[in-house]
């Protein structure tokens, strides 16, 4: 069973910063591409960062020169570094993965930037 697990969500101030993790168990970690998504309340989730199993990356261009998305293969574990935090980046953070094109989502992680 895929199962994804976030954490490090908190409350920062305008231009802290946060790291997100996200330990994934149930999948040949290595061999897949992980994802980043945000929504705010009402809204619809949005994508925020990719990064293939050979560590390629990509973002969404809110996230671009903020955010870095790294993952530890050895961990089975992405990470969403996020700096020069803004009031907008305020929203729940999950983790995603697809696996036989299924897709898998962790419960969320809640960031609170304050201004």
């Known amino acids: 069973q895929v199962q994804l697990v976030e954490s490090g969500g908190d409350f920062v101030q305008t231009g802290g910063s946060l790291r997100l993790s996200c330990a994934a168990s149930g999948i040949n970690f290595e061999s897949h591409n992980m994802r980043w998504y945000r929504q705010g309340s009402g809204q619809a989730r949005e994508w925020v960062a990719t990064?293939?199993?050979?560590?390629?990356?990509n973002y969404a261009d809110s996230a671009n020169g903020r955010f870095t998305i790294t993952r530890d293969n050895a961990k089975s574990t992405v990470y969403l570094q996020m700096d020069s935090l803004r009031p907008e980046d305020t929203d729940v953070y999950y983790c995603?993965?697809?696996?036989?094109?299924?897709?898998?989502w962790g419960q969320g992680t809640r960031v609170t930037v304050s201004s």
């Open positions: 995603h993965t697809k696996r036989d094109n299924i897709d898998y």
């Open positions: 990064i293939t199993g050979r560590g390629l990356t």
